[in-house]
């Protein structure tokens, strides 16, 4: 009964910055690893980063040097700071919670968000 809300997405110039936000209710969000995945039309889905339930982080290298994944257990809320964005940063992303460490594999998470549209303009 996991229920996730990502909001936050929107249009945004090249180089720019976004904050991502993902609401979870219904679950054990403290215990869950989360995810944030993206997705851009004709491509599959790819993993962006995941923060444990002890703050540990790991990141795609695409995205490693500009993108921040935050965890505020208090609020329930996973975040994801993007800087420095670029046109090949335009995807619908999805938050994604799972019961393993850190993974990187969609197959291991169970609950998705809806998604939320990130456009970069050049």
């Known amino acids: 009964q996991v229920r996730l809300v990502e909001s936050g997405g929107g249009l945004v110039q090249a180089g720019g910055s976004l904050r991502l936000s993902c609401a979870a209710s219904g679950g054990t969000f403290s215990t869950s690893s989360m995810g944030w995945f993206r997705q851009a039309p004709g491509k599959e889905r790819e993993f962006v980063a995941v923060v444990s339930r002890n703050d540990r982080t790991s990141y795609a290298d695409s995205v490693k040097d500009r993108f921040t994944i935050s965890r505020d257990n208090a609020k329930t809320t996973l975040y994801l700071h993007m800087d420095s964005l670029k046109p090949e940063d335009t995807a619908v992303y999805y938050c994604?919670?799972?019961?393993?460490?850190?993974?990187?594999?969609?197959?291991?998470?169970?609950?998705w968000g809806q998604g939320t549209q990130v456009t970069i303009s050049s």
């Open positions: 994604a919670s799972s019961r393993m460490y850190l993974p990187r594999n969609q197959d291991s998470y169970n609950n």
